[in-house]
């Protein structure tokens, strides 16, 4: 995919004498070029002509910018939290959630992710505290307003993770089965992506099979994922509907299942997040 001069001036909402004036002066400008000569802007050009509006908003100068623009962004780094720090983690997270303490779970869970990625956070500290709580609901009858602040602070932690929002391809549209209530997954997934710069889009609980269909013919993305807790509930997909794009389904509801051989069931967060980058 390629864009105009102009196309690229409106989506980083600069002037086009702006883009001009870092073509002359920076060197950056549009690499392709159409079959009759006309200069395009690809991809990678906007990521850079996007680090170099950031950076120049930031009070960096233009020159010092440009050479700055010019380089990758370091991967984020996603490292393990270990057993050690994993069980003070969800210690002081259980605690938290049974104080109702809600400022105390979302700065905790802020500062796993951004010190070891979602992934890790998500496997070694959210899901087990998670489980937990849901495992003293169901053997007690109580403790649900704890087990729903918990959880609640996990989704707002993840929706606070930057969104991919340059232009490109949709990796991945996310979406529950019908009926299907259990978005964390999903919001999980999202943020993980989100992470490794994947645009991806969600539609969230309770996706009728008509809205699914819908929603994958006009987007088209990579890959479509879908979540179900039980299997009444995954019975519902219409999977052999969906087109011939790659098709993954995710959740205990599909335990057991007969699917057609084109869908793809990933068996943790690590490889959802993998099985999109193959597909991308």
């Known amino acids: 995919m390629t864009y105009t001069p102009r196309a690229v001036a409106g989506?980083?909402?600069i002037s086009p004498t702006t883009l001009r004036t870092w073509d002359h002066r920076y060197g950056l400008g549009p690499s392709g070029r159409t079959e009759g000569g006309h200069r395009r802007y690809e991809q990678a050009d906007v990521q850079v002509l996007r680090r170099m509006?950031?950076?120049t908003g930031q009070g960096v100068a233009a020159a010092a910018a440009a050479v700055l623009a010019r380089q990758e962004p370091?991967?984020?780094?996603?490292?393990?939290i270990g057993d050690d720090g994993s069980r003070r983690a969800q210690r002081t997270f259980l605690a938290a959630a049974e104080r109702l303490d809600e400022p105390v779970m979302l700065d905790l869970a802020a500062k796993l992710i951004a010190d070891h990625g979602v992934v890790s956070a998500w496997d070694s500290v959210f899901v087990p505290c998670l489980v937990r709580l849901g495992e003293q609901v169901a053997a007690t009858g109580q403790g649900v307003e704890v087990e729903h602040m918990?959880?609640?602070s996990v989704v707002q932690t993840l929706?606070?993770?930057?969104?991919a929002n340059g232009p490109g391809p949709l990796a991945a549209l996310l979406s529950c089965a019908p009926d299907e209530q259990?978005?964390?997954a999903l919001e999980a997934l999202g943020a993980a992506l989100s992470e490794v710069d994947c645009q991806w889009r969600g539609l969230g609980a309770r996706v009728p099979a008509d809205a699914l269909r819908d929603a994958v013919t006009r987007l088209r993305p990579a890959v479509v994922l879908i979540w179900a807790h039980r299997p009444d509930l995954a019975e519902q997909v219409p999977l052999t509907e969906l087109g011939t794009l790659s098709i993954a389904v995710a959740g205990p509801g599909w335990e057991g299942l007969p699917l057609p051989p084109f869908v793809h069931r990933p068996a943790s967060l690590t490889d959802a997040?993998?099985?999109?980058l193959d597909h991308v």
Do not use: E, I, K, W
């Open 159 to 163: 929706r606070d993770v930057p969104r």
């Open 150 to 152: 918990a959880s609640g």
């Open 273 to 276: 997040v993998r099985l999109v």
């Open 53 to 55: 509006v950031v950076l």
């Open 11 to 13: 989506m980083l909402g």
């Open 74 to 80: 370091a991967p984020r780094a996603s490292t393990p």
């Open 182 to 184: 259990h978005v964390l």
